[in-house]
T-cell receptor, first 112, second 111 residues
Framework: EAQVTQNPRYLITVTGKKLTVTCSQN?????MSWYRQDPGLGLRQIYY???????DKGDVPEGYKVSRKEKRNFPLILESPSPNQTSLYFC???????????FGSGTQLSVL | AQSVTQLGSHVSVSEGALVLLRCNYS??????LFWYVQYPNQGLQLLLK??????LVKGINGFEAEFKKSETSFHLTKPSAHMSDAAEYFC?????????FGKGTKLTVNP
């Protein structure tokens, strides 16, 4: 089944403790992206990647890192999480930049 | 920079009534426009996409949207609401390399 898989689904952590949210797609998509969703703000793009080893900042990249060493994986790294990064995170992928996005089920992160 | 405005953060309709969710975009170039739907506790899924082939775009579940360049609008409609349409709807547009989402409209369908 074609899908974008995010893990974990829920995560509670404390300020400053490094964490990684994994994202994997099995559709051979070139384009991958991370979004955060906050009430009243919609979805905001954190980082995106056009292909392996090619990443670029979205609208809210501060405090986040990404890497794209393999086509299928696009992990999101929070090296020193802070409470303002408490949010619902979505990974998404598509065949190309202007194509339909396939979304993962989301990761609800709480930073205490 | 591209921006997307969805009028009304909450819309409530009766089952069987017309659904109208409004979206306006700002761009001087022809945009790539999308409507996505998010059901509770799920990720977003595509409802429809504007491809410039036709101004009226038909999507899944009976939804359609009309592209009006003169009004820079891409409103989403459905003639008859169903209880299963209750969800949050997001309009999105590409401005350059970035996909920008509106803030979303939560649709409630009353029996």
């Amino acid at each position: 089944e074609a899908q974008v898989t995010q893990n974990p689904r829920y995560l509670i952590t404390v300020t400053g403790k490094k964490l990684t949210v994994t994202c994997s797609q099995n559709m051979n998509h070139e384009y991958m992206s991370w979004y955060r969703q906050d009430p009243g703000l919609g979805l905001r793009q954190i980082y995106y990647s056009m292909n392996v080893e090619v990443t670029d900042k979205g609208d809210v990249p501060e405090g986040y890192k990404v890497s794209r060493k393999e086509k299928r994986n696009f992990p999101l790294i929070l090296e020193s999480p802070s409470p303002n990064q408490t949010s619902l995170y979505f990974c998404a992928s598509s065949f190309g930049r202007y194509e339909k996005l396939f979304f993962g089920s989301g990761t609800q992160l709480s930073v205490l | 920079a591209q921006s997307v405005t969805q009028l009304g953060s909450h819309v409530s309709v009766s089952e069987g009534a017309l659904v109208l969710l409004r979206c306006n975009y700002s761009s001087s170039v022809p945009p790539y426009l999308f409507w996505y739907v998010q059901y509770p506790n799920q990720g977003l899924q595509l409802l429809l996409k504007y491809t410039s082939a036709a101004t009226l775009v038909k999507g899944i579940n009976g939804f359609e949207a009309e592209f009006k360049k003169s009004e820079t609008s891409f409103h989403l409609t459905k003639p008859s609401a169903h209880m299963s349409d209750a969800a949050e709807y997001f309009c999105a547009a590409y401005g350059g390399q970035k996909l920008v989402f509106g803030k979303g409209t939560k649709l409630t369908v009353n029996p």
